[in-house]
């Protein structure tokens, strides 16, 4: 599918593309899962929830928490097309579960943790962490790496959490519960 593409499916509404067989097809499963995350989602009184179709990568879905009660889920267009039904039966749920977790339980709860599985299978889906696509042909991000460490040892921690660092974050190590400090361990 072209960039072009892509965008014309971006945002709320579904926008016509072409007039090819494998546009309508495209089309029909985004309204699809469009469809059926609005049904799993029912009404939450206060949320304001979009959902886009424009993630990329080999992420199938995401669930970013804005402001309080602004949720955007964002689908990965290539593998809806890829997993078609079962993208709608295991994804859809996966991310719907993820914004009614946190408006339920708020921020503070583990991504995957028990409150997201108890409403994965109220959905009735398999509380699955990650999917099994077809992911060949696809961009990933490429991450780098930096060295933290802690009390007990040396961490290696992604440019992703590195950012996040640099903002304020704090990590801890799992096994001593020290912050993770930049650089190498003094003494190693």
Not at 52 to 63: E, I, N, P
Not at 89 to 114: D, F, M, S
Request: with cysteine; glycine share 10%.
């Amino acid at each position: 599918m072209s960039e072009t593409q892509n965008q014309k499916l971006r945002g709320h509404s579904v926008h016509p593309l072409s007039s090819g067989s494998s546009d309508a097809g495209l089309r029909a499963l985004t309204a699809q899962a469009r469809s059926q995350t609005n049904a799993l989602l029912g009404s939450i009184p206060g949320a304001q929830i979009e959902v886009r179709f424009d993630l990329r990568g080999k992420t199938a879905g995401q669930v970013r928490i804005r402001a309080r009660g602004e949720y955007l889920i964002r689908y990965n267009l290539e593998l809806l097309e890829r997993g078609g039904a079962d993208f709608i039966q295991h994804t859809v749920p996966h991310e719907v579960a993820h914004v009614l977790a946190y408006h339920r339980y708020g921020q503070n709860i583990r991504p995957h943790g028990p409150e997201w599985q108890r409403i994965m299978r109220q959905l009735g889906a398999e509380p699955r962490r990650c999917h099994d696509y077809d992911v060949s042909g696809l961009n990933a991000r490429k991450l780098t790496y930096f060295r933290y460490h802690c009390g007990c040892m040396e961490h290696q921690l992604s440019s992703i959490r590195h950012n996040k660092v640099a903002k304020g974050q704090r990590y801890l190590c799992k096994r001593c519960g020290e912050p993770l400090q930049p650089g190498r361990r003094p003494g190693a």
